[in-house]
Structure formats: C-alpha cells, structure tokens
C-alpha cells in the first residue's frame, strides 16, 4: 500500500465531516456561497507581500525554495465572525502579466474576479486536513480566540494566460454555522 506523504494534498476530502463536505467540494464561488447566507459580508486583508511559498507550494507553483512571490491573505467575514481563512500566491513576474491587478484589490474580494472573468480556467481541487504544523494552520488560526485541533483546506489553480494563482481556501469552525 502506498502511504502518502505529510504534504500531499488529496484530489477527494475522503474523511472530511459531513456538514462540511459540501463547502469544501462546491466549485463555484466561495464568496458568493458566503455572501447569499450573511447579511454583511466582507474581505479583510491580513497580509499582502513578497514571501516565500510554503514547502507544499513550491512544486505545483514552480518555485524555487528561496524564490519569493506575491502572497496575499484574507479573512472571508460573514456578520464579523472570520469564516474562511483565503491564501493565494503568484509568481512575482506574473504580477506584470495576467495577474497585474491583483496588488490593488485591497479589501475587495478575488473570487469575484476569478469567477467573472471567462477566460480564466481552474484545476481540480486538492483538498488536506491542516494540523498545527502546517503554516496555513498557523496563520489562519492567529486571530481565532479558540484554535481546533485541525482544520480542513482546499486548493486549485487558477490560469489565465498560461499563468496560474494558487488559491487555497482553510474553512475555519464558523463555517460550519452558516
């Protein structure tokens, strides 16, 4: 039996809970999904800089270890609770490219430029329970006043012009209430 290594992500979340299944497998909008179930609904960005991508990022986005990329991370809040924890990366060189605008989108939410724009195509989604290990984990988990044992994520591509964005989305417990 081949056993799979601690950084593999899954292309089914096969152990995932049941009330969380259906966000996690959704392929639509995140943010619209959100959206239609709050009455106030917004982004707030935590982070936006040139960093270094997380050891599972580096093959499927291409990297170097040391190479740094645009890393931008918000909170998805419905009525002020955090919901979903969003972490994208991009090539620095793709930020002159297909992704230009994605520096300036502040507070505004990238999934609706992601969903709206037909020209961009998206990969299967990967899925990982995160531990606290994981800097994800450790990241989404910073500005929570209770950390849970684990907490599930899920990725994709998403390529426009042959230049893709990793979006990875951690659903925080709140999630679950919605």
């Known amino acids: ?70 890393v931008r991370e918000v909170y998805l809040r419905c009525n002020e609770t955090p919901v979903v924890f969003a972490h994208s990366i991009v090539r620095k060189e793709h930020l002159r490219g297909a992704w230009r605008g994605l520096s300036r989108l502040g507070n505004q939410s990238l999934g609706t430029m992601l969903f709206t724009n037909p020209l961009i195509q998206r990969t299967p989604l990967a899925f990982k329970k995160l531990k606290p290990h994981h800097p994800l984990f450790e990241r989404a988990c910073k500005r929570l006043q209770n950390r849970p044992a684990d907490l599930w994520a899920r990725r994709s591509l998403f390529i426009l012009q042959h230049q893709p964005i990793l979006v990875t989305e951690v659903f925080l417990p709140a999630i679950r209430r919605l």
Do not use: Y
């Open 1 to 70: 039996m081949k056993v799979n290594p601690p950084l593999a992500w899954h292309p089914a979340p096969v152990s995932a809970p049941v009330d969380l299944h259906w966000w996690l497998t959704h392929r639509g909008s995140l943010t619209r999904l959100i959206q239609d179930r709050c009455e106030h609904f917004r982004v707030e960005p935590i982070f936006q800089a040139l960093a270094t991508a997380c050891i599972d990022e580096l093959e499927v986005m291409n990297l170097r270890r040391q190479t740094r990329a645009l």
